[in-house]
Structure formats: structure tokens, C-alpha cells
């Protein structure tokens, strides 16, 4: 049996990978269409706001990639979800991942992880393209600013709540 080595050393049948895909309606209809999909949780936060927006995803070849590309991969852990994020650095190993809510990286991903790429965001009913000059932008001085976005946004935060009391009073 062919095993795959997961992010923590365990391994893995990459057949029960394998099967989890194709039994993915998502990914299964990935192969010859878009999809479009509802990211959950806060990883992803600014770009994704959960219950409100949506990812549009193509299939992508992982040589085609490069940093900053929002991806959808499967992790070889036991969950075996669906992730999506943000290339953080591609190197030999693999790819590293990171959420834009998120200063941890994730990796080495392999190559066969990578099931998609995120072309557009579909918000408030209107679609942007990742390849609008405004998003190309923002995402990229977000990527420089990951080792110190938590102070970042916890200062944001702060800042918020400050405000909103100061005009209640």
C-alpha cells in the first residue's frame, strides 16, 4: 500500500486521500468547472468575512503557482479538510501556507494536496478578481506584514472598541 507523510511525521494511505476526493462533489466538479464555495472560520479574515462571501475557485496546476496565490488543498492529517490559503513560501520541500488571519505557517504541503486556486471573490454579489490592481496590492503588503500582524490587529481591535464606546457615550 502507498503511504503519503502528513505534516506530523504520521503516515497516511494516500488511497483514503484519494477516495475522500472522489467522493467530494467540489472536487469532482473542480476538475471541468469552477466552483464557487462559502469559506467557514476566521483563517482567512479580512479577505473572507464567513456567511458573507465567496471564494471562486479553478483547478490549477501546482507548477503554475506561485507565492501569494490563495489555494485550495486537502491536509493529510486526520481530518482531511479542504483548506484554504495563502502561499507563504514555495521551496523544494513544498509549499507553505498561511491564513490572512493567521502569523503560523503550515507546512511543507505537497504538490498533490493542491486541489485549486482562487481567481475571484465574490462579495455582496459582485465578483473581484484576484487579478485586480487594488487586491494585488493589499494582499501582497499583507503577506510582508505576517510576522507582525497580530499586533496589527490586536491594536485594530483595540482601537475599534475604543471608538465604538467613545460614541455611545
Given at each position: 500500500?502507498?503511504?503519503?507523510?502528513?505534516?506530523?511525521?504520521?503516515?497516511m494511505?494516500?488511497?483514503?486521500?484519494?477516495?475522500?476526493?472522489?467522493?467530494?462533489?467540489?472536487?469532482?466538479?473542480?476538475?471541468?468547472?469552477?466552483?464557487?464555495?462559502?469559506?467557514?472560520?476566521?483563517?482567512?479574515?479580512?479577505?473572507?468575512i464567513?456567511?458573507?462571501?465567496?471564494?471562486?475557485?479553478?483547478?490549477?496546476?501546482?507548477?503554475?503557482?506561485?507565492?501569494?496565490?490563495?489555494v485550495?488543498?486537502?491536509?493529510?492529517?486526520?481530518?482531511?479538510?479542504?483548506?484554504?490559503?495563502?502561499?507563504?513560501?514555495?521551496?523544494?520541500a513544498?509549499?507553505?501556507?498561511?491564513?490572512?488571519?493567521?502569523?503560523?505557517?503550515?507546512?511543507?504541503?505537497e504538490?498533490?494536496?493542491?486541489?485549486?486556486?482562487?481567481?475571484?471573490?465574490?462579495?455582496?454579489g459582485?465578483?473581484?478578481s484576484?487579478?485586480?490592481?487594488?487586491?494585488?496590492?493589499?494582499?501582497?503588503?499583507?503577506?510582508?506584514?505576517?510576522?507582525?500582524?497580530?499586533?496589527?490587529?490586536?491594536?485594530?481591535?483595540?482601537v475599534?472598541?475604543?471608538?465604538?464606546?467613545?460614541?455611545?457615550?
Amino acid at each position: 500500500m502507498a503511504y503519503l507523510k502528513t505534516q506530523q511525521n504520521n503516515l497516511m494511505p494516500n488511497n483514503l486521500y484519494r477516495e475522500l476526493d472522489e467522493q467530494s462533489i467540489l472536487i469532482r466538479e473542480l476538475e471541468n468547472n469552477n466552483i464557487k464555495i462559502k469559506p467557514k472560520g476566521y483563517s482567512m479574515y479580512p479577505l473572507f468575512i464567513p456567511g458573507r462571501d465567496y471564494a471562486i475557485i479553478s483547478s490549477a496546476e501546482p507548477g503554475s503557482l506561485k507565492k501569494g496565490d490563495v489555494v485550495l488543498y486537502r491536509r493529510f492529517d486526520s481530518s482531511g479538510i479542504l483548506v484554504l490559503h495563502r502561499i507563504w513560501k514555495i521551496c523544494s520541500a513544498g509549499f507553505y501556507m498561511v491564513g490572512d488571519n493567521q502569523s503560523e505557517v503550515e507546512g511543507p504541503i505537497e504538490p498533490i494536496q493542491i486541489r485549486g486556486k482562487l481567481i475571484a471573490i465574490e462579495r455582496n454579489g459582485k465578483e473581484i478578481s484576484v487579478d485586480n490592481p487594488v487586491y494585488k496590492i493589499l494582499s501582497n503588503i499583507w503577506l510582508m506584514l505576517r510576522p507582525v500582524r497580530t499586533p496589527i490587529v490586536k491594536t485594530a481591535a483595540a482601537v475599534k472598541g475604543f471608538l465604538k464606546k467613545l460614541l455611545k457615550k
